[in-house]
């Protein structure tokens, strides 16, 4: 059947997304759109299931500013962006899909970096060499502790929805907490990242500082935020998502490495930060605010990890290592990191489109960045963005988040340290209140 809504739609896509040069495209009238940048496959649906979006008069009338390599370049009201990450959602399975742009300029620099990306060195800087400080730290990683972050985060803030009137308690119980881990550290920082007024949501960001190499840059993420489709979050205090696994299962394999970190005297010689971010489930937004205020100021991001989905074991192999927005060289290194200290898992491939996690914010300013994974991408967590996204969905147990907790403390390790440096001292107990300085390593 010819549709000729959808006809004229084409037409007018043929005649935006001509201009293939970001100087070319056409002037457009202020209003209070967001700019995205989305999967193509997305876009198409979201332009015929939006016309009619109920509450905004007169639906939602999807433009393709632009397009290259299966993103598209559009613009929608703000209202409209839950509507959207719903579709993600129901038709594709899929978090994120999407990339929410401060502005049009940043938007169009996006696309802009698709068709030219960063041209980045052809060998990692980076070697696997620190047997001594993975296995101290990786072997200290509990279980207990970690299952214990995720229940206190999904149940205690069991509506971290980025707009929620009560965001900032859960962003100042995960402040607290890294605070009070670094509480012998007086090197180690913990700060919000305001992200103005994209989201009240604030990031999280507890920085390491590198001790010989302090301007390469390590990260380790995952977000903070959790959502919850078929209910109205903002407005409804009983509209709770727990979000356990998606992803308080990432902040809690976060959180658990910088205790073994800092209960060790873990000093790397290149700066490591973790961040939890905030209103991923919105268009990546606290990452992408990130990502491009780094890249504005020039700072040197030699590798990211992300941590999105850490407990539900639903797949043969233990770890996905995922391919798509992510660098394959990195990828095959943290592959690497797998086989070399946990031996006995297994790891695969597995991908999930655009844009499906904050790596991709990092991705698309040529860092290089990678995302291991709870299972295939078929297989993952069917319980997410609902009520029933708890600690009970994937067995009371974090024993699968431990996997990932050991591969970070790796990834931190053997980004963080670089060369010959003096093994850890003996095992610290975590919980020590007496003085430890006397322990701490310090690194050349
Ligand atoms: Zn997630």
Known sequence: MFDSGLAASLALAMVLCAPAASGARAPLPADDSVWITVDADIFASAQRR?????????????????????????????????????????????????????????????????????????????????????????????????????????????????????????????????????????????????????????????????????????????????????????????????????????????????????????????????????????????????????????KNVVAVLQQDMTAWEGSVQDIYVYTGNTDPELNAFVSDLVETYQPTLGWGSSTCGYACSDHASWWQFGYRASFAFESTFDQSNPYIHSINDTVASFGGSAVHAAKFARLAAAFMVETGLDGVVPPPMPFLDGFETADTSRWTVTIP
């Open 50 to 298: 939006l016309a009619p979006l109920p509450g905004l008069a007169g639906g939602v009338v999807l433009e393709k500013l632009d397009a290259h390599a299966g993103v598209v370049l559009t613009r929608l009201p703000a209202a409209a962006i839950d509507a959207l990450a719903e579709i993600v959602h129901t038709e594709f399975r899929r978090c994120g899909g999407f990339i929410r742009h401060a502005s049009r300029a940043r938007a169009e620099a996006a696309m802009d970096r698709l068709r030219e990306p960063r041209l980045l060195p052809l060998v990692l800087p980076f070697t696997i060499d620190q047997q001594a400080w993975v296995a101290a730290l990786a072997g200290q990683v509990s279980e207990p502790a970690i299952l214990s972050t995720i229940t206190e985060l999904s149940t205690a803030f069991p509506n971290r929805y980025h707009a929620h009137h009560a965001v900032h308690h859960s962003a100042d119980w995960i402040r607290n907490l890294w605070l009070s881990l670094a509480a012998q550290r007086p090197d180690v920082t913990v700060d919000f990242f305001d992200h103005g007024g994209l989201t009240p949501q604030p990031s999280v960001i507890l920085t390491i500082p590198g001790s010989s190499l302090p301007g390469e840059i390590v990260v380790l993420g995952g977000h903070q935020d959790s959502t919850r489709f078929g209910c109205s979050i903002s407005s409804n205090p009983a509209c709770v998502a727990p979000g356990a696994d998606d992803d308080a299962s990432g902040i809690a394999v976060l959180t658990e490495v910088i205790r073994v970190a800092l209960a060790n005297g873990f000093r790397p010689q290149r700066t490591v930060q973790f961040m939890a971010y905030a209103a991923e489930e919105v268009g990546l937004v606290g990452s992408e605010d990130i990502a491009a205020t780094y890249d504005a100021q020039g």
